[in-house]
């Protein structure tokens, strides 16, 4: 019985870093999420079936497939280049460090308009292009956030 408290401490710790992880492209939201869950799997009671596992493995990793394409099918979408897509991840991992929390959200777009002025697109196109990638990253973050907030409503069901 004590060792339960310990999994579900640790779960506990591992979806908040979930939850930090479905905005902060460094920590692998979902995924720890997804270990929470399993974590919970080694106490006496054990609060999951197999299949319930498996299926939130699958869309854990359509998620992250899903978060890679997203901002990419935006920034082309809205006729973005290949500039463009590596000035929104540039402009990302630079904003997450210069101007944190709000270098996640600009830095893709910025990144993203830098990206395509360099290759030599119109300013407009430029604009249009950034816009696209923070379409994509907003997407990604709402579609990771939302999958770790209904993991995390089983795992403190499995608490009960």
């Known amino acids: 019985?004590?060792?339960?408290?310990?999994?579900?401490?640790?779960?506990?710790?591992?979806?908040l870093t979930g939850i930090l992880g479905s905005f902060l492209p460094v920590l692998p939201g979902?995924?720890?999420a997804w270990i929470a869950l399993l974590l919970q799997q080694i106490r006496e009671e054990k609060p999951f079936t197999t299949n319930f596992l498996i299926i939130w493995a699958l869309v854990t990793a359509a998620?992250?497939?899903?978060?890679y394409y997203v901002p990419i099918w935006g920034t082309k979408k809205l006729g973005?280049?290949?500039a463009g897509m590596w000035g929104a991840t540039i402009g990302l991992i630079v904003g997450i460090f210069?101007?944190?929390p709000v270098g996640i959200i600009l830095g893709p777009f910025i990144g993203a308009v830098i990206g395509e002025l360099i290759k030599g697109k119109e300013f407009n196109i430029a604009?249009?292009?950034?816009f696209g990638?923070?379409?994509?990253?907003?997407?990604?973050?709402?579609m990771k956030t939302g999958i770790t907030?209904?993991?995390?409503?089983?795992l403190v069901k499995s608490f009960f």
């Not at 998620?63 to 978060?67: A, R």
């Not at 907030?149 to 089983?154: A, E, K, Q, R, S």
């Open 1 to 15: 019985m004590d060792l339960d408290i310990l999994w579900m401490i640790l779960g506990c710790i591992l979806l």
């Open 30 to 32: 979902p995924p720890l």
């Open 63 to 67: 998620v992250l497939l899903l978060d």
């Open 80 to 82: 973005g280049s290949k």
């Open 98 to 100: 210069f101007l944190p």
């Open 127 to 130: 604009m249009k292009s950034g």
């Open 133 to 142: 990638s923070f379409l994509g990253f907003i997407a990604g973050v709402l």
């Open 149 to 154: 907030l209904i993991m995390g409503f089983y």
